[in-house]
């Protein structure tokens, strides 16, 4: 039932449901009518409605009369376009079903960042850790990775039985001021908290690292 009301059976039931849309459309608020307060809750709209934006709410409803559903809104969305207009009663029916559709979207209110490669970035890659490795893959393989402990280059070294790494600690040093965040890192992140969202940051690199 869905789609049935798209698949118009004549001319005239065409014209009704561009004149409901169109009627949709103009019940909707322009963005400079949006209190401030209430932006973060206001997205544009998806929908060829010029340069309109709806609240979520209203979109909802939008797409209700688009694409119904359920059968509730699969009968107003063939009621209004039978009626060839939107009356207040059948608008009022509309957004209550656009209240269930927002009611089932789970709401997000967390977002975690990998670091490094998303946050920031390393200039200079010396790779020490891997340096390490290589001399000593048999070892390795039997200890769990320096990326998933808190471990130093120097104390991984000797877990791997091998003398103090003084040309990986040197390669570490010139690695670590090369870590620098991306051009759009704060922004985003400013974006992310203004929108009330709790805002975590992860990372899987070796202990010398996260500090930085």
């Given at each position: ?133 290589r001399q000593a893959r048999d070892q390795a393989g039997a200890l769990p990775s320096p990326m ?65």
């Amino acid at each position: 039932m869905a789609d049935t009301h798209l698949r118009f059976r004549n001319p005239a039931e065409e014209a009704a449901y561009k004149t409901v849309e169109n009627e949709l459309a103009a019940r909707i608020q322009r963005r400079d009518h949006v209190p401030e307060a209430e932006r973060d809750g206001w997205r544009q709209n998806m929908f060829p409605f010029n340069d309109r934006w709806s609240s979520i709410r209203e979109l909802e409803a939008c797409v209700a009369f688009r694409r119904p559903s359920d059968p509730a809104s699969a009968v107003i969305a063939d009621a209004l376009t039978h009626a060839g207009t939107v009356s207040d009663d059948l608008y009022a029916r509309l957004l209550a079903v656009a209240e269930r559709r927002y009611d089932r979207q789970p709401a997000t209110r967390a977002v975690a960042f990998d670091a490094f490669g998303t946050l920031v970035h390393i200039g200079r890659k010396r790779h020490p850790y891997e340096r390490l490795i290589r001399q000593a893959r048999d070892q390795a393989g039997a200890l769990p990775s320096p990326m998933v402990q808190p471990i130093g280059l120097a104390d991984y070294a000797a877990a791997l039985g091998l003398p103090c790494p003084d040309a990986e600690l040197a390669a570490l040093d010139e690695e670590l001021p090369t870590i620098a965040l991306y051009p759009d890192t704060l922004d985003a992140l400013r974006r992310v908290r203004e929108a009330g969202l709790t805002v975590a940051v992860a990372s899987n690199l070796a202990c010398p690292m996260p500090p930085r």
